[in-house]
């Protein structure tokens, strides 16, 4: 039996803070939670400026549709999606940060589910992707924590009818070309929006051995581990 429950020996950051700690970290940490929920709050709001705000200069992002990605770039594709018919929510659920004992670097992750309503051939439908974003943080030389790297996982998706009395018919064989973790997200993202989706994004863990996971996403999810690992460290990352 493939062993599903556990992470890659030795991935966790030992060095790092993370629950209680001391009060000048518990105080950093709650900045990094304002910074990270700034993402959905401000990019689904179109507040531009402020969602510029929470990351470096360089910073680098992924997502399904745009692939690796400038910052400025994704804001860009943003704004044109949304003029283009895109109408892409996202809501948080929770939030656990690593820091170093300097205060220098860490990393958030935050639960989310990423929603996008499509319209499929006149049947209305929001496609749910139950994901973690995955905030690679430095501070500035002014003392102000940026987002240097966004990295998405995905662990679960779903499609819902707006209206029940209307359900989009799906091409069984096309979908199941794509990763479990955001199957129908992908689908209806390549059919609705001309793009080209990613197909080994992080996904869960399970992804290595359940019935239907994808190989590629579930070797990415430990990949990405090591990546929060080691920039945790001092590391050299380039994500």
């Not at 009060?23 to 969602?51: F, I, Q, S, T």
């Not at 309503?117 to 749910?128: K, N, P, Q, S």
């Amino acid at each position: 039996m493939p062993d599903l429950h556990s992470l890659p020996v030795g991935s966790r950051p030992d060095k790092a803070v993370r629950n209680n700690g001391p009060e000048n970290l518990v105080l950093e940490r709650y900045k990094l939670r304002e910074l990270a929920e700034g993402w959905p709050a401000y990019r689904d709001a179109c507040e531009w400026e402020n969602l510029k705000s929470i990351f470096h200069p360089d910073a680098y992002i992924y997502t399904t549709w745009t692939g690796r990605t400038h910052h400025l770039d994704f804001i860009a594709a943003s704004a044109k999606g949304m003029d283009n018919g895109a109408f892409i929510m996202h809501r948080c659920h929770g939030i656990s940060t690593d820091i170093n004992t300097e205060a220098t670097r860490a990393i958030t992750k935050m639960k989310a589910t990423i929603t996008q309503r499509f319209d499929l051939d006149g049947c209305e439908a929001d496609a749910e992707s139950d994901c973690r974003f995955c905030f690679f943080w430095n501070k500035m030389e002014n003392g102000e924590w940026r987002a240097r790297y966004v990295r998405h996982w995905y662990e679960k998706d779903k499609l819902i009818p707006v209206n029940p009395n209307k359900v989009p018919k799906l091409d069984g064989e096309v979908l199941q070309k794509y990763p479990s973790g955001y199957r129908y997200l992908a689908y209806c993202q390549e059919k609705t929006m001309g793009v080209k989706v990613l197909l080994d994004m992080p996904g869960h863990r399970r992804e290595n051995g359940a019935p239907g996971g994808s190989k590629a996403c579930g070797e990415k999810h430990d990949l990405l581990y090591w990546q929060c690992k080691e920039w945790l460290e001092g590391g050299n990352v380039d994500i």
